[in-house]
């Protein structure tokens, strides 16, 4: 979903740190962000509840709350995307490539 | 904890709309779909994709989609189509599922207790359809025409207006608007942009989503 979204409003983030979760993704507050991003999609609620102390600490409630919105978002359009079969034309697609292969994305079920 | 009043009301709306008659099926099947997905969504031992729980394939489909999204094809579509499902019901399936699965998700990411399910609202199916579906070649389902015009996930629900709409205010309120996103500059003044994305793209990436 990232592509779609990024590409649109024409947004860049530090891929590498999207595809590994690791470093900071060239954002403040990055770290706390991947790590909070990381155990919404996992079912570890300690871990959860950890690291959304520490994005709250560091970042603000507000900033938290905001947050796990567009988690929740992305939770809700992955499953759009992947419901209804939704791909991209060639032109597209062989635009993205690289990024696909950056990723570490271009071999899964959902690449249709 | 105090979140924005926007978000509070898209995610009570959501949770109206999916206690609602939708275009093919019953409030009361809605709702059963709904803690499906809501359930599977939580499950600490989730079945493999593969394995079919339930006696109606709606059922079925709702409890993947809410757990196993990364591993649809077409493939699967296909197989229900020829087992009898119609691609509405499919595409109302897949609605209901996403204005179930970013309200509890959100509410287990900031720690708030999950609020039930409104009671049903009694009353037959709408078929509430779009005027002219026709197939797409970015979708699997059916869209409202004319298709291919837009980006597949914005057409991905046109064939019923209820789940579309649902969609985007859902959209609205917890990322922002189709407008906001074509300003890079706009923010609520939280997150900045390359902040949203990175969130946005490591869920994405862990849902193993490749669009």
């Known amino acids: 979903m990232l592509s779609w979204s990024g ?23 990055g770290v706390e962000l991947l790590a909070f991003a990381e155990a919404i999609a996992d079912w570890d609620d300690e871990e959860l509840a ?8 560091a970042a ?34 062989q635009a993205r490539a690289g990024l696909a292969r950056t990723l570490g994305v271009d071999h899964w079920e959902s690449a249709r | 904890m105090e979140v ?11 949770f109206r709309h999916i206690a609602s008659p939708g275009a093919c099926l019953t409030a009361t099947e809605r709702i059963r779909l709904a803690e499906i997905a809501r359930d599977a969504y939580f499950e600490a031992e989730p079945s493999p994709p593969w394995v079919r729980h339930y006696p109606e394939a709606t059922e079925n489909l709702a409890y993947r989609l809410a757990r196993h999204a990364g591993t649809f094809s077409i493939d699967l579509y296909d197989r229900a189509m020829a087992e009898g499902m119609s691609a509405l019901v499919w595409v109302e399936v897949v609605g209901v599922v996403i204005a179930t699965v970013p309200v509890v998700a959100f509410a287990r990411a900031v720690g708030s207790d999950m609020a039930p399910f409104p009671g049903p609202v009694h009353g037959r199916p709408t078929g509430r359809v779009a005027t002219d579906l026709v197939d797409a070649t970015l979708n699997w389902v059916p869209v409202a025409a004319p298709a291919d015009r837009t980006a597949a996930v914005v057409q991905a629900l046109s064939a019923l207006p209820g789940e579309w709409e649902n969609l985007w205010r859902l959209a609205s309120a917890q990322y922002m608007s189709d407008r ?16 949203m994305e990175l969130v946005a793209g490591r869920i994405s990436k862990l849902r193993e989503c490749f669009y």
């Open chain 1, 7 to 29: 590409q649109k409003s024409g947004v860049e983030v530090d891929l590498t740190s999207i595809a590994t979760g690791e470093g900071t993704g060239g954002v403040p507050f």
């Open chain 1, 50 to 57: 950890d690291t959304r102390e520490r994005l709250r600490s």
């Open chain 1, 60 to 93: 603000g409630e507000a900033f938290m709350i905001d947050a796990a919105a567009v988690a929740a978002n992305f939770e809700m359009m992955t499953r759009v995307a992947d419901g209804t079969g939704a791909r991209f034309d060639d032109k597209t697609r």
């Open chain 2, 4 to 14: 924005r009043a926007d978000l509070v009301e898209a995610h009570r709306a959501s």
């Open chain 2, 180 to 195: 906001q996103m074509d300003d890079p500059a706009w923010t609520r003044g939280t997150l900045s942009r390359p902040q």
